[in-house]
């Protein structure tokens, strides 16, 4: 993989590690952006990870770009040698699939979509050949899922399935993006799903929900009184589906202060999982089962 | 003492000089759109270059003083009014306790700047006290004002000169029309062809109704015509997307091919639509001041050019501070 490197105005250093997304090349723009931020260049800004790709903001009355573009190179080389094993967490996300809020908002927003006569569940089983919703929502809820960025808005992550690509959910945006998606709505948009933390414009296909915050800028909630995002990229997030009751039950233990969510210290290794998939994946759940 | 909201204008919003260091978890900046008028519209009351100051868009609030103040407005053409009686914009002048400030009809750019001595005491949230509304955070309660908030203003160390003002050649304002933005190309330049390229730079465009802090749109170009390829795996089958990757500020993206959005100081932190460069960060505040309908010319410039420009923005930020020291 070569990296392409570009500069964004003035300010900026955009690097593409991959044109296509794979988990190598999310690896290697997170070691990346890891290295810089251990270097602590003078002037250096921001640093943010992407998918397949990351961007560097600096301030050029600190540093010369080019002395920047060159460290960067210098660190980007380096990292060919380095052994793609993180220190991370993984964390179980509950899911009501199928709620009655997205089912409203998907309903209302019907003549943007590609099958304005089914739901977004039922066309992405569809696509991806699966003979029904219930197929589809175990297959987006068996195997583990990488943030691979954070961001669009304020803690919203992107989710990578740690699946053979040949397996991996894949869904087209809208045809016109919605001006509403409910707070907490599970999405998907070509391979990766995402949680929207906030209310809001959106494309992706709506399969669920969570009871569970992700951000809450008043730091209110209990798990998030440290830092107001949930979600750091590298995190591996293990969906799992469950019914009315449950999501009711939690939203109110949320609400009362004393929602735990289960989230699990893990060492990844993805020379490992490469080695066999299903059976990393079921020794990750292991880990978040405390087995 | 505090500042009654009577009416609130438009999208009127509390702003400092922004809030760096966590747009790797999609919280932007945020910040004054024309960061030279907001530091001329606190160096003008005394208050220190950064203190929060209200940015109004188009239209202008109506506040209530509970104490005597100095206020000073910047940036657009938004003509203050002080119980009626018209006051000038680039000036400093006082206020009395229970008079009221309003604005008469936008007459020029898009965004005035407000500023009153000892700052707007909005807490602050991540290092800044600006508004990142779409993530509800910082500012009023992380939103923009509404009729009855009162606002809290920090005590006034220097307590204000009155009659100052910013010699017209110091505002660094957008002049000439069409508006010129210089850009640098890059990023995912080559997803076009070489004639669309030249069309980029050589077309006018204008400023779209959709043009906010979080990006401005442009319309009236041609389409950009891209180079054929294989959609890389994780892009999406449309010729404009991309693997979802991080935007710099000022990125410019074309959706579709059609409308380019330039972002700005709300941005959203990344998304999977091709960029075809990046406007220079000493022409973001010009953007802030543009109406829609506005034409506007991308200017291709190269890193030196650009490095040079942020030389000369900077050269009048400092005549601003010697000329109000």
Same mark, same amino acid.
């Given at each position: 993989?070569?990296?392409?490197?570009?500069?964004?105005?003035?300010?900026?250093?955009?690097?593409?590690?991959?044109?296509?997304?794979?988990?190598?090349?999310?690896?290697?723009?997170?070691?990346?952006?890891?290295?810089?931020?251990?270097?602590?260049?003078?002037?250096?800004?921001?640093?943010?990870?992407?998918?397949?790709?990351?961007?560097?903001?600096?301030?050029?009355?600190?540093?010369?770009?080019?002395?920047?573009?060159?460290?960067?190179?210098?660190?980007?080389?380096?990292?060919?040698?380095?052994?793609?094993?993180?220190?991370?967490?993984?964390?179980?996300?509950?899911?009501?699939?199928?709620?009655?809020?997205?089912?409203?908002?998907?309903?209302?927003?019907?003549?943007?979509?590609?099958?304005?006569?089914?739901?977004?569940?039922?066309?992405?089983?569809?696509?991806?050949?699966?003979?029904?919703?219930?197929?589809?929502?175990?297959?987006?809820?068996?195997?583990?899922?990488?943030?691979?960025?954070?961001?669009?808005?304020?803690?919203?992550?992107?989710?990578?399935?740690?699946?053979?690509?040949?397996?991996?959910?894949?869904?087209?945006?809208?045809?016109?993006?919605?001006?509403?998606?409910?707070?907490?709505?599970?999405?998907?948009?070509?391979?990766?799903?995402?949680?929207?933390?906030?209310?809001?414009?959106?494309?992706?296909?709506?399969?669920?929900?969570?009871?569970?915050?992700?951000?809450?800028?008043?730091?209110?909630?209990?798990?998030?009184?440290?830092?107001?995002?949930?979600?750091?990229?590298?995190?591996?997030?293990?969906?799992?589906?469950?019914?009315?009751?449950?999501?009711?039950?939690?939203?109110?233990?949320?609400?009362?202060?004393?929602?735990?969510?289960?989230?699990?210290?893990?060492?990844?290794?993805?020379?490992?999982?490469?080695?066999?998939?299903?059976?990393?994946?079921?020794?990750?759940?292991?880990?978040?089962?405390?087995? | 003492?505090?500042?009654?909201?009577?009416?609130?204008?438009?999208?009127?919003?509390?702003?400092?000089?922004?809030?760096?260091?966590?747009?790797?978890?999609?919280?932007?900046?945020?910040?004054?759109?024309?960061?030279?008028?907001?530091?001329?519209?606190?160096?003008?009351?005394?208050?220190?270059?950064?203190?929060?100051?209200?940015?109004?868009?188009?239209?202008?609030?109506?506040?209530?003083?509970?104490?005597?103040?100095?206020?000073?407005?910047?940036?657009?053409?938004?003509?203050?009014?002080?119980?009626?009686?018209?006051?000038?914009?680039?000036?400093?002048?006082?206020?009395?306790? #229970?008079?009221?400030? *309003?604005?008469?009809?936008?007459?020029?750019?898009?965004? @005035?700047? =407000?500023? &009153?001595? %000892? /700052?707007?005491?909005?807490?602050?949230?991540?290092?800044?006290?600006?508004?990142?509304?779409?993530?509800?955070?910082?500012?009023?309660?992380?939103?923009?004002?509404?009729?009855?908030?009162?606002?809290?203003?920090?005590?006034?160390?220097?307590?204000?000169?009155?009659?100052?003002?910013?010699?017209?050649?110091?505002?660094?304002?957008?002049?000439?029309?069409?508006?010129?933005?210089?850009?640098?190309?890059?990023?995912?330049?080559?997803?076009?062809?070489?004639?669309?390229?030249?069309?980029?730079?050589?077309?006018?465009?204008?400023?779209?109704?959709?043009?906010?802090?979080?990006?401005?749109?442009?319309?009236?170009?041609?389409?950009?015509?891209?180079?054929?390829?294989?959609?890389?795996?994780?892009? #999406?089958?449309?010729? *404009?997307?991309?693997?979802?990757?991080?935007?710099?500020? @000022?990125? =410019?993206? &074309?959706? %579709? /091919?059609?409308?380019?959005?330039?972002?700005?100081?709300?941005?959203?932190?990344?998304?999977?639509?091709?960029?075809?460069?990046?406007?220079?960060?000493?022409?973001?505040?010009?953007?802030?001041?543009?109406?829609?309908?506005?034409?506007?010319?991308?200017?291709?410039?190269?890193?030196?050019?650009?490095?040079?420009?942020?030389?000369?923005?900077?050269?009048?930020?400092?005549?601003?501070?010697?000329?109000?020291?």
């Amino acid at each position: 993989m070569q990296t392409r490197f570009s500069f964004g105005g003035d300010e900026h250093i955009f690097a593409e590690v991959g044109e296509a997304m794979s988990l190598e090349a999310f690896f290697k723009s997170l070691f990346i952006t890891n290295a810089v931020r251990d270097a602590r260049i003078k002037g250096v800004t921001e640093i943010c990870p992407a998918n397949a790709s990351y961007q560097v903001k600096f301030d050029p009355d600190q540093i010369k770009p080019d002395d920047l573009l060159t460290e960067l190179k210098r660190l980007d080389s380096a990292s060919e040698k380095s052994e793609p094993v993180i220190k991370t967490r993984i964390i179980e996300i509950p899911v009501l699939y199928n709620d009655p809020w997205t089912h409203e908002t998907l309903m209302r927003f019907r003549e943007r979509h590609q099958d304005p006569n089914g739901t977004d569940l039922e066309y992405a089983a569809r696509i991806n050949g699966l003979d029904s919703v219930e197929a589809f929502i175990k297959a987006h809820s068996s195997a583990p899922w990488f943030v691979s960025m954070v961001g669009f808005v304020a803690g919203l992550p992107f989710l990578y399935q740690m699946v053979e690509r040949k397996r991996q959910l894949q869904a087209p945006k809208y045809l016109r993006p919605r001006t509403d998606t409910p707070k907490l709505t599970v999405g998907h948009g070509g391979c990766f799903s995402c949680i929207y933390s906030v209310r809001g414009a959106g494309g992706y296909q709506m399969f669920g929900i969570t009871p569970m915050p992700i951000y809450d800028p008043n730091q209110n909630i209990s798990y998030l009184r440290d830092f107001m995002c949930l979600f750091k990229p590298g995190d591996i997030v293990k969906w799992k589906p469950i019914d009315r009751a449950a999501y009711d039950a939690a939203v109110a233990d949320v609400d009362a202060g004393r929602f735990a969510p289960v989230i699990r210290d893990v060492l990844f290794s993805l020379t490992e999982f490469n080695r066999d998939v299903d059976a990393y994946n079921a020794k990750l759940d292991g880990v978040l089962h405390g087995r | 003492m505090a500042v009654k909201v009577l009416k609130p204008g438009l999208a009127t919003t509390v702003q400092d000089l922004g809030r760096p260091g966590y747009y790797h978890i999609g919280i932007p900046l945020s910040g004054a759109m024309d960061r030279h008028a907001l530091v001329a519209a606190n160096l003008l009351v005394g208050n220190e270059a950064g203190a929060a100051v209200l940015e109004a868009v188009f239209m202008g609030p109506e506040l209530e003083f509970t104490a005597d103040a100095t206020v000073a407005i910047t940036g657009a053409e938004l003509p203050p009014k002080l119980d009626g009686e018209p006051r000038e914009t680039w000036t400093s002048f006082r206020v009395k306790r #229970g008079q009221i400030l *309003s604005f008469d009809f936008l007459k020029q750019g898009a965004r @005035g700047y =407000i500023a &009153v001595a %000892g /700052g707007i005491d909005v807490p602050v949230v991540l290092g800044s006290r600006s508004t990142y509304a779409l993530g509800a955070l910082g500012g009023f309660k992380g939103r923009k004002l509404e009729a009855g908030d009162e606002l809290p203003i920090g005590s006034a160390a220097a307590t204000g000169k009155d009659g100052r003002s910013v010699a017209r050649d110091l505002r660094g304002q957008p002049a000439g029309m069409p508006t010129e933005l210089r850009a640098m190309p890059g990023l995912y330049w080559h997803r076009i062809t070489e004639a669309a390229g030249d069309g980029f730079f050589s077309d006018t465009w204008k400023v779209a109704p959709e043009a906010d802090r979080i990006g401005y749109r442009f319309k009236g170009g041609k389409p950009l015509e891209f180079v054929p390829r294989e959609p890389p795996f994780g892009a #999406g089958s449309d010729p *404009s997307n991309i693997t979802d990757a991080c935007y710099p500020y @000022g990125s =410019i993206q &074309v959706p %579709g /091919g059609t409308e380019p959005i330039v972002l700005h100081r709300d941005a959203v932190s990344g998304g999977g639509y091709f960029m075809v460069g990046t406007v220079i960060a000493a022409d973001m505040d010009l953007i802030g001041q543009l109406q829609p309908n506005t034409p506007v010319k991308f200017v291709k410039v190269d890193m030196n050019q650009a490095l040079a420009a942020r030389k000369s923005r900077s050269e009048l930020l400092g005549k601003l501070h010697n000329a109000l020291a």
